[in-house]
């Protein structure tokens, strides 16, 4: 059966004038609300192309450096650092195996300086990774600003504040992935037992742990799926109808669970994984594959580590019973306790790397 694709609203966000400001930030929210995920068009004002696919380079050079460089940035319990091929489990209830990638996370810069170890294969290049990071930045806070207004949250500028950097650190990370083609996982001769099966993933099921998460996908590159309010499997195209001349790919944005939580459930962390192609099916998306290696970016927003996940002021939110939505099914995190933004992130990523916290306290 041919799988649904997902329909995902494609927004433009570089307007000025007030007026159209106001007209995007409604349709962002609507956006928010329904689906959770959103495309928001690239015309390259916000993030310039190039600095898009010099990040990409950077990205292949890095994963393809030898491993021992690889090895000397192992990811540490900060989140920042290497995360080998399967260390990761995104969705540890129901897989067998980690997740088929690696990752490269990196935190905060000072003065366009890493505060972490950088493979020397692109540590010339720190500047440039900083200055994508800021470029990320700069366009969450928009986001975040939008989605204020939207809300008609009070202040607006309620969202954006708590990611001011100046108002103290987050867990905010731009992480580089690459997914290796399924060819590369083939039993070796001598049989190295990590061969994957019909179930298994290149990421687990999961809903994003920050605010809001940017995506930058390549061209021609599938896999990436989210579980629709049917509860079904959509794949996410990289180019959807209607950009395919666009300079760039859509920025591909998506509700965490901290702006579910900020908004009792009303804004939609969805649940999302990447698959490989299933042996037999017929491509799900045209021109789109998946046996190929696959590169993405992904940079997670979120805001001030102090932050404590409560309501916030806004009407629509108040008046909002997530009962009527059945969106605590989607994220059962949003039902907890009252805990700050950093809190959270550190049960989350307890949960997803099986080994790196296992000598610490809890
Ligand atoms: O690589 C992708 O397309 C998605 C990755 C993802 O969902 C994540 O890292 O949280
Ligand atoms: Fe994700």
Redesign the pocket.
Known sequence: MMAQIAKIPIIDIASDTEQDQLKVAKKLVEAAVEHGFIYIRNSGKDIPIEAVEGTFDLSKKLFAAPVAEKQACTIQPNNRGWSAMQYETLDPKNQRVGDYKEAFNFGEFIDGKAQQPIPPTISEHEGQISAFRDLCHGVCLKINTLLGIGLEVNPPSFFASAHLRENGPSGTTL?F?Y?PPLSDLLPAADGDGNTPNEDDVR?GA?S?YGSI?M?F?LKGQA??EILTRQNTWAPVPVCPPGTESDPAPPILVNIGDLLSYWTNGLLRSTV?R?VFPRRGERVAVDGETSTEPRY?I?FFCHPVGTTPLLPVPSERVRNFRRSEDGGEKNNPYAERKVMTADEHLQMRLRASYLTLYKDEKA
Do not use: C, E, K, Q
Request: no cysteine.
């Open positions: 992480r992935l997914y990421a999961h994003d998460t995506l996908r896999g990436l999302h990447v993405s992904a």
